[in-house]
């Protein structure tokens, strides 16, 4: 991964140095190539920068972001028009927020675009690189979550004297079942192996 350069000169690059968002654009580029997991769309991801400017401009004017709800208030901006527009533009104009240079730092999925592709040099993985490897590792990690909080809710409860012991040990065991076969395995296994094989061993037999 590349890191913000002085000089820099794309939208995104230039609102990252204006907010002191440093940690930004490894995020961004985390998020649009998957490496944390699930891809991130660009639009989504435009919104999200978004929204992290303004609790950046809250944060500079001494509001804090738990007084105001920021996906809101960004909602209602991006409206433009409207009294929920209206609403907002004059709630952070009395906390000396100047909407208008705000609203103007905000950015479009095509700035993100450019922001990853010229100043980060990133790019997707092919769209069979990995594929496989990478749903199951998704996969396997809701998994770790689920039994997290499966066991953090048997802790809590036998804390409470509402179960008569926190020790159980937590399966999560996520399987898939062939409806022509019956084979029964764990999705992980299935994806890695590309299948079951009964689709492939019926037309051997046909032939």
Not at 94 to 118: C, K, M, P, S
């Amino acid at each position: 991964m590349t890191t913000e350069a002085s000089g820099t000169n794309t939208k995104v690059a230039r609102v990252i140095r204006e907010y002191d968002l440093d940690d930004m654009g490894a995020n961004l580029e985390a998020a649009w190539t998957g490496e944390a997991g699930e891809r991130t769309s660009l639009r989504d991801l435009a919104d999200e920068f978004n929204e992290v400017v303004l609790e950046a401009a809250l944060r500079e004017v001494g509001v804090s972001s738990l007084s105001v709800d920021v996906s809101s208030t960004y909602e209602a901006l991006r409206g433009e028009s409207g009294s929920s527009a209206t609403r907002a533009r004059r709630r952070l104009e009395r906390e000396g927020i100047d909407v208008d240079e705000l609203t103007g730092d905000f950015v479009t999925h095509q700035a993100i675009h450019t922001y990853l592709t010229q100043e980060r040099e990133a790019s997707l993985p092919a769209a069979d690189d990995n594929m496989a490897d990478r749903k199951v590792e998704t996969i396997e990690k809701l998994q770790g979550r689920v039994s997290a909080v499966a066991e953090s809710a048997i802790s809590s409860l036998a804390n409470a004297e509402e179960l008569d012991r926190g020790d159980y040990d937590v399966l999560v065991d996520v399987r898939a079942v062939c409806p022509n076969c019956g084979t029964d395995a764990p999705v992980g296994e299935l994806i890695r192996r590309g299948g079951c094989g009964c689709t492939s061993e019926a037309e051997t037999d046909d032939e």
